[in-house]
């Protein structure tokens, strides 16, 4: 999370003037990176923790509770190892290990056994809860991250197998259609798919995230709105109306690249810009907006 949040941070502190702050922002975040990749790199995926023992959770060498959901989403997301090969690993195990055609499972294998060094999560049975349930505010993470690897169809596939308008079996669901479940039972639990906890979430707000910032790309910038989509080939064409700090943007996107993010071009009332973010001088102004994905 942190080094999620530390380049915007540091770009932050420029804008104010406290470039001494920022340099060492970055110097953290680069510490961070390093120990994340040696110290927390399980060989195939990230690690979840060392416990109070010093013992490695969501590693190889457990018997159980291998793999978990939440560092592999959140590093990924932050980008740590997208550029040596690690972070395709991480989702690739992910895929591997934790997903189904109901989500992205907490952790895998479930805990059979009660473990003193974990506590609430083993006390679950098998595919419920914290053991090894979809536990759907999580999944965004994951999602998020496939798009920072340029995935758009593992991304919209992802989102659409917890989002309730694309689940077709309410029956075996047994929540509201309308709104997002907490927690899915997972693959080892007795009914896999029944959903549990309807309303007590914050999926929706990352979900609405992943969905809006990461799938559609349409992301608030210091300067201006930045249009950075990563769509699946089945959405070749779409529009978008955005309110942007008191401007309204018409954003209409034409995806030539198929379900991998591709090249994007991007062109405001009719010109061509450098770069993706349309810079926003003042107020009360329409930008149409046009997005080449190719």
Known sequence: MFVCVADDYAELCELAGDRDEAAFVRREKAEMVKAVETA?????????????????????ECDEGKIFIEPQGMCVMAGIGKDNGLAQKSMDATQKYLEFE????????SYTTYRLNLGEISSYP??????????CHNNPWVIIGETVLGHGDRAFDLYSRIAPAYIKDQKLH???PYVYAQTINGRDSA?????????LTGTSA????AISQAILGVKPAFDGLTLDPCLPAGIKDLSIHREFRGNTFEIHVKNLAGGEKGKISVCVDGQPI???TVRVNGTGKTYQVEVEVH
């Open 40 to 60: 927390g790199w399980d060989g195939e995926w990230f690690l979840r923790a060392y416990d109070a023992y010093g013992q490695k959770v969501g590693s190889a």
């Open 102 to 109: 109901h989500g992205i499972m907490l952790n895998w294998p």
């Open 126 to 135: 098998p595919g419920y809860k914290e053991n090894g349930s979809v536990f």
């Open 174 to 176: 047994r929540v509201e």
């Open 191 to 199: 009914t896999p798919g029944e959903a549990r906890n309807s309303w």
């Open 206 to 209: 990352w979900n609405f995230y």
């Open 274 to 276: 450098d770069g993706q």
